[in-house]
Structures are given as C-alpha cells and as structure tokens.
C-alpha cells in the first residue's frame, strides 16, 4: 500500500443555508509519500502483435488492485479557518 500523508488547511463561512458553516476552500500539502513496492499483480496488455505487462494501478480499478499499488491517503492535521473571527480550530 502506498501511503500519501498529508495536510489539510480549509477556510470556513456560515450563509443562511449553513447556519452551521461549511468550508469554502480546502487546501492540500503532500508531507510524505510512503511506497507500497512493486506491484504483485502485473497485468498483461495485447495491441495486435504487440504485449506488454504493466502495473495493475493502471489498468484495473482500486478494488481489483494489488496490496502494493492502492494507495491511501492519510490526514495527519485538519486545520480549520473562519475568517469573520480570525479563529483557527
């Protein structure tokens, strides 16, 4: 499994239809990238003559992906900003 750690920063607003807020601008930064490994499950690919195997991450959806090439995403901070108070939470 290959892991993406990462950083969460979004901006916050309440409107009459969110009384509660909702976020507005969300913004990601990559802090690490952990690799899964070579992919365990290589799919072969036939074009005419031609065959080629590549990594089952680019040609099978994520539930049909081997261990080493699903990847998950990790939130390692959530930062929250309402920028009518100036509170970060």
Same mark, same amino acid.
């Given at each position: ?26 913004? %990601? ?7 899964? #490994?070579? +992919? /365990?499950?290589? $799919? &072969?690919? @036939? ?5 080629t195997t590549i990594p089952?991450? %680019? ?7 081997? #261990?080493? +090439? /699903?990847?998950? $995403? &990790?939130? @390692? ?13």
């Open positions: 499994m290959t892991i993406h750690v990462v950083d969460l920063d979004q901006d916050w607003h309440t409107c009459p239809n969110h009384p509660d807020g909702h976020p507005y601008d969300i913004r %990601r930064t990559l802090v690490d990238i952990i690799p899964g #490994g070579p +992919c /365990r499950a290589p $799919v &072969t690919i @036939r074009c005419g003559q031609v065959t089952c991450h %680019r040609h099978e959806p994520a539930k049909r992906q081997c #261990g080493a +090439c /699903r990847v998950i $995403v &990790t939130e @390692r901070t959530i930062t929250n900003h309402h920028p009518t108070t100036g509170v970060a939470g």
